[in-house]
């Protein structure tokens, strides 16, 4: 089973930057993607960041040019840099493993970490 923790969450001013961490563990399922999600209040969770094992990224429209999105292999973490963070990016923010549909097990492989609170506020 793969677990994922995330950390470095936080609360900053709007402009600031801020950098999360995602620590992969386990070896339940062979990884194709990484990515972030966020949640904030009231909204459903949306994809924020993904990146392929391959190291291919891709970025929601809200977070371009302001996120960068980066994997250790060697170190089996995940990052999300965030840089000029704005009130609206306050959020949970979710590490996501992509494991693709298994036809063994008839699922889909994938895991989730618990969460890291980043509020953006003046």
């Known amino acids: 089973q793969v677990q994922l923790v995330e950390s470095g969450g936080g609360l900053v001013q709007p402009g600031e930057s801020l950098i999360l961490s995602c620590v992969i563990s386990g070896s339940g399922f062979p990884i194709r993607a990484m990515a972030w999600y966020r949640q904030a209040p009231g909204n459903q969770r949306e994809s924020i960041a993904q990146?392929?094992?391959?190291?291919?990224?891709n970025y929601a429209d809200t977070v371009k040019g302001r996120f960068t999105i980066s994997r250790d292999n060697a170190k089996n973490m995940v990052y999300l840099e965030m840089k000029n963070l704005k009130l609206e990016d306050t959020a949970v923010y979710y590490c996501y493993a992509d494991g693709g549909y298994s036809a063994n097990e008839r699922k889909y492989l994938e895991a989730w970490g618990q969460g890291t609170l980043v509020t953006v506020s003046s």
């Open positions: 990146i392929t094992s391959g190291g291919y990224s």
